[in-house]
């Protein structure tokens, strides 16, 4: 069956570090990946979209990488700051629908000071 | 702009009770989405709109119904409530240009089933 994974548990990291974030696939070939950011009480926020034939993008302190061999994507956050901590969730272009996204549950970040 | 907005933010029905949920975007925006987001799940699309005029199921569709009533505006029905409905319910839209399927999500209305 086709499935998102994004790890569950949350991911602490100390200020200035870099976060990644994981996002496994199964049983899709998504011709694109999209990362968003929901905070508490809030809709999801679009940040970054990669097409399958673009290995990495990137956009001021945020990188993604998309590997479709490995169906596996990579959220980075070069330098956090406490103001990145947020719910951080993957979609991918769900197969035989009308660009209809398929998201995974997410991963909560939570930057330290 | 006031992007996608939706109405209430908070509701709590008793089992058997209907009610509409409201969404609309001042985008100019083709195609709209319901979503439904439960603790531990990836937010699940109810129903959507490619187009004014269209509506078609989404992976969740059993227990609501849609209008696309302009543009502008799409409605989620619940006809008959049941616990397993209480859910945090998204809208969104997107514009579909040049195959970038950036959606764009209202604040939600947070839905309570007794």
């Known amino acids: 069956s086709q499935k998102i994974e994004q790890n569950s548990e949350a991911l602490n990291i100390q200020e200035g570090k870099t976060a990644t974030l994981t996002c496994n696939y199964t049983?899709?070939?998504?011709?694109?990946l999209q990362w968003y950011r929901q905070d508490p009480g809030r809709g999801p926020v679009f940040l970054l979209l990669?097409?399958?034939?673009?290995k990495e993008k990137r956009k001021e302190r945020l990188k993604v990488t998309f590997d479709t061999t490995l169906k596996q994507s990579l959220f980075h956050i070069t330098a956090s700051q406490p103001a990145d901590s947020a719910t951080y969730l993957c979609?991918?272009?769900?197969?035989?629908?009308?660009?209809?996204?398929?998201f995974g549950a997410g991963t909560r970040l939570a930057v330290h000071p | 702009n006031a992007g996608v907005t939706q109405t209430p933010k908070f509701q709590v029905l008793k089992t058997g009770q209907s009610m509409t949920l409201q969404c609309a975007q001042d985008?100019?925006?083709?195609?709209m989405y319901w979503y439904r987001q439960d603790p531990g799940m990836g937010l699940r699309l109810i129903y959507y709109?490619?187009?004014?005029?269209?509506?078609d199921k989404g992976e969740v569709p059993n227990g609501y119904n849609v209008s696309r009533l302009n543009k502008r505006e799409f409605s989620l029905r619940l006809e008959s409530a049941a616990p397993s409905q209480t859910s945090v319910y998204f809208c969104?839209?997107?514009?579909?240009?040049?195959?970038?399927?950036?959606?764009?999500f209202g604040p939600g209305t947070r839905l309570t089933v007794l």
């Open positions: 979609a991918l272009d769900g197969s035989g629908g009308y660009n209809k996204l398929i």
């Open positions: 985008m100019n925006h083709n195609s």
């Open positions: 709109s490619a187009s004014e005029g269209t509506t």
């Open positions: 990669i097409r399958e034939n673009e």
């Open positions: 049983n899709y070939s998504p011709a694109y």
């Open positions: 969104a839209s997107s514009d579909q240009r040049g195959g970038q399927d950036t959606q764009y």
